[in-house]
């Protein structure tokens, strides 16, 4: 709420930063005039609106934009009720009447009450309690209380552990390792293979020549990709019936298909 000074006259000055907005300070202004929400007359509250914005300038604080808009409009409320109405309104042009202004104080109200419950949630942890951390102590004293090894049984049993250790390793690891021959597919193979195929053959069905029963799932796609790197350079005709039917391949021209693969990715 704003900080009230009261000075030797009557007057009333406060931060305007204290009010998150203009309809704040009117729900101020309901509370300390102790005015029912649901029951009150815009008139005399427009009145001390203003006049809370007079002393303001009279104190050389900055007004923000939003609470001119608000008095303005309260003014404009204020004078249609006293004025008669000479020209008739036009039905396009949109104004603001007291009861959108009352609506919005009730809404800003409810939403206020509700911030203040989460407020209060929140500095309780919302009913949640939190377990302080404990500090475990652990007896770093020690005591063997077992047999006594000589030298000898100390001796004895790291010369069985290193035999232990030592019977675990693979002596025949590195030749393993020779031995073992790592298959490398890349796209250029495969499109070589399918360009093989095809100068053969005009037509040529992919899931027959490249499949999971004769072929590694790795070797599938990579033919796969082939095939589309082909499409790509225009050299063959792609087409598929229906979701997962063959999938039918077939080279553009009765000529063998002449690429250059090292513009192919591998």
Not at 119 to 126: A, L, P, T
Not at 167 to 187: C, G, H, Q
């Given at each position: 709420?704003?900080?009230?000074?009261?000075?030797?006259?009557?007057?009333?000055?406060?931060?305007?930063?204290?009010?998150?907005?203009?309809?704040?300070?009117?729900?101020?202004?309901?509370?300390?005039?102790?005015?029912?929400?649901?029951?009150?007359?815009?008139?005399?509250?427009?009145?001390?609106?203003?006049?809370?914005?007079?002393?303001?300038?009279?104190?050389?604080?900055?007004?923000?934009?939003?609470?001119?808009?608000?008095?303005?409009?309260?003014?404009?409320?204020?004078?249609?009720?006293l004025l008669?109405?000479?020209?008739?309104?036009?039905?396009?042009?949109?104004?603001?009447?007291?009861?959108?202004?009352?609506?919005?104080?009730?809404?800003?109200?409810?939403?206020?009450?509700?911030?203040?419950?989460?407020?209060?949630?929140?500095?309780?942890?919302?009913?949640?309690?939190?377990?302080?951390?404990?500090?475990?102590?652990?007896?770093?004293?020690?005591?063997?209380?077992?047999?006594?090894?000589?030298?000898?049984?100390?001796?004895?049993?790291?010369?069985?552990?290193?035999?232990?250790?030592?019977?675990?390793?693979?002596?025949?690891?590195?030749?393993?390792?020779?031995?073992?021959?790592?298959?490398?597919?890349?796209?250029?193979?495969?499109?070589?293979?399918?360009?093989?195929?095809?100068?053969?053959?005009?037509?040529?069905?992919?899931?027959?020549?490249?499949?999971?029963?004769?072929?590694?799932?790795?070797?599938?796609?990579?033919?796969?990709?082939?095939?589309l790197e082909?499409?790509?350079?225009?050299?063959?005709?792609?087409e598929q019936?229906?979701?997962?039917?063959?999938?039918?391949?077939?080279?553009?021209?009765?000529?063998?298909?002449?690429?250059?693969?090292?513009?192919?990715?591998?």
């Amino acid at each position: 709420m704003p900080e009230i000074l009261i000075n030797q006259k009557p007057k009333y000055k406060f931060v305007i930063d204290n009010f998150e907005g203009p309809l704040d300070l009117l729900l101020f202004l309901i509370t300390k005039n102790k005015m029912n929400i649901f029951d009150i007359s815009l008139n005399d509250l427009t009145d001390e609106y203003v006049k809370y914005l007079e002393e303001m300038n009279e104190s050389n604080i900055e007004v923000a934009s939003e609470f001119i808009v608000m008095a303005a409009t309260l003014l404009d409320i204020k004078a249609r009720k006293l004025l008669p109405e000479i020209e008739p309104k036009d039905e396009e042009e949109e104004t603001v009447s007291e009861e959108d202004i009352i609506n919005k104080i009730i809404a800003y109200k409810k939403y206020k009450e509700v911030a203040e419950i989460i407020n209060d949630m929140y500095s309780q942890n919302f009913g949640s309690f939190a377990k302080p951390f404990e500090k475990i102590k652990f007896n770093t004293k020690l005591e063997y209380t077992g047999d006594h090894f000589s030298a000898q049984d100390i001796f004895e049993i790291y010369t069985r552990i290193l035999y232990r250790n030592a019977n675990k390793i693979n002596k025949k690891a590195e030749e393993l390792n020779r031995l073992a021959v790592y298959e490398r597919i890349t796209v250029q193979d495969k499109v070589k293979q399918i360009v093989n195929y095809l100068n053969c053959n005009h037509n040529m069905v992919f899931n027959s020549v490249f499949n999971s029963d004769i072929c590694d799932n790795i070797e599938v796609v990579t033919a796969f990709l082939g095939v589309l790197e082909l499409s790509k350079l225009k050299q063959v005709d792609i087409e598929q019936q229906y979701l997962f039917s063959d999938i039918n391949v077939t080279k553009k021209d009765e000529v063998n298909i002449k690429i250059d693969l090292t513009n192919i990715m591998e």
